[in-house]
């Protein structure tokens, strides 16, 4: 700030001068830089101080989570048996002991610190109905699930921008109106009815997740290209004659990339919900259909691990999209 | 586009009232069997056919449309008044216990909601009887679907703290729950509606979708998600197309339901 100073009298000619002076270039130049250094300060202070807020929230994540999880694994039916009760070559006097060594390792908060440590390894237990450890469905399963989810919010948010773009840029109520009807009628389609009708079809499945993403994020899209493509600048970019493939880049696609991040991030978890019917009925081996074996066989370990992870990958997901913007 | 709204609401009182008669206007109780007729084509008798252990498949479509439609506005009411509750005790304290609340909503708001549901539906026993579903998918829709309402709730009322008539109010000693009842809820209410518009379609769709995962109503009793079972078998669908009745008085009520939301309103 100093050299700042040096320099204004330096330049502009008003050293030791009284009154009313216009600023010469260089203090332009200098107090531009200034601002601009300590816009970028303040810039990385606030990245900082949002990164530290969305790592706190994913600790958070963790610790409730796996307390949630641990204490419906611990309260679920059946846990407390114990197969050796008939055991006949075991004695009253074992048993008695091994009861109340079990009972003591089955109080919650020892239980649930248990559990978050294996957690923490990477070890979610293993599932009741099919005596496999949770991480090794998960990784078998895994694959699948990221495949349809990645095609199913890829083509999601292209149709809700293309719908969304047909409804803001022609101006023509009719394109607005067929827009807005065929989200609409989407939107009244059961995700999992369009799964069936694609499955029975031989269509190929991400397409109807995308089908079932794309009015959900329609309206967003709709609001975001509409606030751009009446923004002034873009307006008098118009008016200079810029072609529209320079406007899209330019005052579109470029002011919208943070918003798109943010909201592909809501696109996958919108997805994912879509997807445990979807895979369900249209009997895809990934993590929907897991799930929902687990709901059925009350297979609480394994529905209770999945629930962890999957609520981990969200808030991981959804706070770098608010990173980003 | 006035016209659409009443068209939409004229709609709605419809099967509201087909709902509310369902006893009245129903050929038959929805559990009759009829053993002499099993999947019958639609006639005279039936009108829309029976179903594979010969039910009335138009009676059970009406009982089905008052289990539905009449269910997840109760439970979208649930979930408001939760929200409200959760959001009021949030919203309403500084500190460690508004951030930790706060920060559930956020932790509740990070698992997808049917995921959510299936976790807290297999903690409880699936084998059921007919009411008891009923009421166990209902009530865990409303449990479940807090989380989003208290966040908008939750905004609303930080930002009225900061409000100069709501100190001006604490300042002259007027009770917090009169201040909640007579100052802060006439706010609210209007976010409340708008977020009771948007959650009955969002659980009548999502009663559809446990139905066909056989994770909602259980039979006999009929709801828009068991009847929609019948799509997975399409040689069903193909010899008998009155199986797709319950799917278009589905899409036909969320379309209107649509139609009445203030955003699609102001889209159109």
């Given at each position: 700030m100093?050299?700042?100073?040096?320099?204004?009298?330096?330049?502009?000619?008003?050293?030791?001068?009284?009154?009313?002076?216009?600023?010469?270039?260089?203090?332009?130049?200098?107090?531009?830089?200034?601002?601009?250094?300590?816009?970028?300060?303040?810039?990385?202070?606030a990245?900082?101080?949002?990164?530290?807020v969305?790592?706190?929230?994913?600790?958070?994540?963790?610790?409730?989570?796996?307390?949630?999880?641990?204490?419906?694994?611990?309260?679920?039916?059946?846990?407390?048996?114990?197969?050796?009760?008939?055991?006949?070559?075991?004695?009253?006097?074992?048993?008695?002991a091994?009861?109340?060594?079990?009972?003591?390792g089955?109080?919650?908060?020892r239980?649930?610190?248990?559990?978050?440590?294996?957690?923490?390894?990477?070890?979610?237990?293993?599932?009741?109905?099919?005596?496999?450890?949770?991480?090794?469905l998960?990784?078998?399963?895994?694959?699948?699930?990221?495949?349809?989810?990645?095609?199913?919010?890829?083509?999601?948010?292209?149709?809700?921008?293309?719908?969304?773009?047909?409804?803001?840029?022609?101006?023509?109520?009719?394109?607005?109106?067929?827009?807005?009807?065929?989200?609409?009628?989407?939107?009244?389609?059961?995700?999992?009815?369009?799964?069936?009708?694609?499955?029975?079809?031989?269509?190929?499945?991400?397409?109807?997740?995308?089908l079932?993403?794309?009015?959900?994020?329609?309206?967003?899209?709709?609001?975001?290209?509409?606030n751009?493509?009446?923004?002034?600048?873009?307006?008098?970019?118009?008016?200079?004659g810029?072609?529209?493939?320079?406007?899209?880049?330019?005052?579109?696609?470029?002011?919208?990339?943070?918003?798109?991040?943010?909201?592909?991030?809501?696109?996958?978890?919108?997805?994912?919900?879509?997807?445990?019917?979807?895979?369900?009925?249209?009997?895809?081996?990934?993590?929907?259909?897991?799930?929902?074996?687990?709901?059925?066989?009350?297979?609480?370990?394994?529905?209770?691990?999945?629930?962890?992870?999957?609520?981990?990958?969200?808030?991981?997901?959804?706070?770098?999209?608010?990173?980003?913007? | 586009?006035?016209?659409?709204?009443?068209?939409?609401?004229?709609?709605?009182?419809?099967?509201?009232?087909?709902?509310?008669?369902?006893?009245?206007?129903?050929?038959?109780?929805?559990?009759?069997?009829?053993?002499?007729?099993?999947?019958?084509?639609?006639?005279?008798?039936?009108?829309?056919?029976?179903?594979?252990?010969?039910?009335?498949?138009?009676?059970?479509?009406?009982?089905?449309?008052?289990?539905?439609?009449?269910?997840?506005?109760?439970?979208?009411?649930?979930?408001?008044?939760?929200?409200?509750?959760?959001?009021?005790?949030?919203?309403g304290?500084?500190?460690?216990?508004?951030?930790?609340?706060?920060?559930?909503?956020?932790?509740?708001?990070?698992?997808?909601?049917?995921?959510?549901?299936?976790?807290?539906?297999?903690?409880?026993?699936?084998?059921?009887?007919?009411?008891?579903?009923?009421?166990?998918?209902?009530?865990?829709?409303?449990?479940?679907?807090?989380?989003?309402?208290?966040?908008?709730?939750?905004?609303?009322?930080?930002?009225?703290?900061?409000?100069?008539?709501?100190?001006?109010?604490?300042?002259?000693?007027?009770?917090?729950?009169?201040?909640?009842?007579?100052?802060?809820?006439?706010?609210?209410?209007?976010?409340?509606?708008?977020?009771?518009?948007?959650?009955?379609?969002?659980?009548?769709?999502s009663?559809?979708?446990?139905?066909?995962?056989?994770?909602?109503?259980?039979?006999?009793?009929p709801s828009?998600?068991?009847?929609l079972?019948?799509?997975?078998?399409?040689?069903?669908?193909?010899?008998?197309?009155?199986?797709?009745?319950?799917?278009?008085?589905?899409?036909?009520?969320?379309?209107?339901?649509?139609?009445?939301?203030?955003?699609?309103?102001?889209?159109?």
């Amino acid at each position: 700030m100093a050299l700042c100073g040096t320099q204004w009298n330096e330049n502009s000619g008003a050293a030791g001068g009284i009154g009313f002076s216009l600023p010469g270039r260089a203090e332009f130049a200098c107090s531009s830089t200034a601002r601009g250094y300590a816009r970028t300060k303040l810039m990385k202070a606030a990245f900082a101080g949002r990164l530290a807020v969305s790592l706190v929230s994913l600790i958070l994540v963790v610790v409730v989570g796996g307390f949630v999880a641990a204490a419906l694994v611990r309260f679920s039916p059946g846990f407390d048996i114990d197969e050796n009760v008939w055991n006949p070559k075991i004695g009253a006097a074992t048993l008695a002991a091994m009861h109340a060594q079990r009972e003591r390792g089955n109080q919650l908060p020892r239980f649930y610190l248990h559990y978050l440590r294996a957690a923490l390894r990477g070890d979610l237990g293993e599932s009741d109905a099919l005596k496999t450890p949770v991480t090794e469905l998960l990784r078998d399963r895994a694959p699948v699930t990221a495949r349809l989810i990645g095609w199913g919010t890829a083509g999601g948010l292209l149709l809700g921008a293309l719908f969304a773009w047909l409804a803001v840029w022609p101006r023509r109520p009719g394109l607005t109106v067929l827009s807005v009807s065929a989200s609409g009628l989407l939107l009244a389609i059961p995700p999992a009815v369009l799964a069936l009708a694609f499955f029975f079809n031989e269509a190929p499945l991400g397409l109807a997740v995308a089908l079932a993403l794309m009015p959900r994020v329609f309206g967003t899209l709709r609001a975001l290209l509409d606030n751009l493509y009446s923004s002034p600048a873009l307006l008098a970019a118009r008016a200079r004659g810029v072609g529209p493939g320079a406007l899209a880049m330019r005052y579109v696609l470029g002011p919208a990339l943070p918003q798109l991040i943010a909201l592909a991030g809501v696109a996958l978890v919108l997805a994912f919900g879509a997807i445990i019917p979807i895979e369900a009925l249209c009997d895809v081996p990934g993590i929907g259909q897991l799930a929902w074996k687990a709901a059925l066989a009350r297979d609480m370990p394994l529905l209770c691990g999945l629930g962890l992870i999957v609520t981990f990958m969200v808030a991981a997901v959804q706070s770098l999209g608010d990173l980003v913007r | 586009m006035k016209w659409l709204r009443r068209v939409a609401w004229g709609v709605l009182l419809l099967v509201g009232l087909c709902a509310l008669a369902a006893p009245a206007i129903a050929p038959y109780p929805y559990d009759r069997q009829f053993r002499d007729a099993p999947a019958a084509p639609p006639g005279g008798r039936f009108p829309m056919g029976t179903d594979e252990v010969g039910r009335d498949r138009l009676s059970r479509l009406i009982y089905a449309t008052r289990v539905s439609a009449m269910l997840a506005p109760a439970a979208a009411a649930v979930s408001i008044v939760l929200a409200l509750l959760i959001a009021g005790a949030a919203g309403g304290r500084d500190g460690l216990a508004g951030h930790a609340l706060s920060g559930f909503t956020t932790i509740c708001l990070s698992l997808p909601w049917i995921f959510l549901f299936i976790i807290l539906r297999a903690q409880l026993p699936l084998n059921t009887g007919p009411l008891a579903s009923v009421l166990l998918t209902f009530g865990l829709m409303g449990v479940a679907g807090w989380a989003w309402p208290a966040r908008v709730f939750g905004a609303s009322i930080r930002q009225m703290r900061q409000s100069g008539w709501l100190m001006q109010a604490r300042a002259a000693g007027v009770a917090g729950w009169r201040i909640a009842a007579v100052q802060a809820w006439p706010h609210l209410r209007t976010l409340a509606v708008a977020q009771f518009r948007v959650l009955v379609p969002a659980y009548i769709l999502s009663e559809a979708s446990l139905g066909l995962l056989g994770l909602g109503v259980a039979d006999p009793l009929p709801s828009w998600g068991n009847l929609l079972q019948d799509l997975q078998h399409p040689d069903v669908v193909k010899e008998n197309p009155w199986v797709l009745a319950p799917l278009g008085l589905l899409m036909i009520v969320m379309i209107c339901l649509e139609a009445l939301q203030p955003s699609r309103e102001a889209a159109l």
